[in-house]
């Protein structure tokens, strides 16, 4: 079992800048490709960002150049560094790991969420 706990989210004013955490649980983290999903109100949860267990990330098409994501696997934590930021980027935010074994079984966990507010 892995635990997940997102920090970092807020109310910040368009054009701001916020940076989420997710801490995991247990020390094999690194294994486990990291994502980050966001879902607004009355819409479906969508794919921000992801990093694989190597370090390669990927983005969605409406945070390239805005959005990072990095990983520290000796502090067992994810970040999301938003820049830029949107009312369109208004949302809970929820940190995902993930992790399938040569057997084919797959290791999914979630966060709580943290939201973000985009508002003036």
């Known amino acids: 079992q892995v635990q997940l706990v997102e920090s970092g989210g807020g109310l910040v004013q368009p054009g701001g800048s916020l940076r989420l955490s997710c801490a995991a649980s247990?020390?094999?983290?690194?294994?486990?490709?990291m994502n980050w999903y966001r879902q607004a109100p009355g819409r479906q949860r969508e794919l921000v960002a992801t990093i694989t267990s190597a370090g390669t990330a990927n983005y969605a098409e409406f945070v390239k150049g805005r959005f990072t994501i990095s990983r520290d696997n000796a502090k067992n934590t994810v970040y999301l560094q938003m820049n830029s930021l949107k009312p369109e980027d208004t949302a809970v935010y929820y940190c995902?790991?993930?992790?399938?074994?040569?057997?084919?079984?797959?290791?999914?966990?979630w966060g709580q969420g943290t939201q973000v507010t985009v508002s003036s």
């Open positions: 247990r020390t094999i983290f690194s294994i486990y490709a």
């Open positions: 995902n790991a993930i992790y399938t074994t040569t057997a084919a079984v797959t290791y999914d966990y």
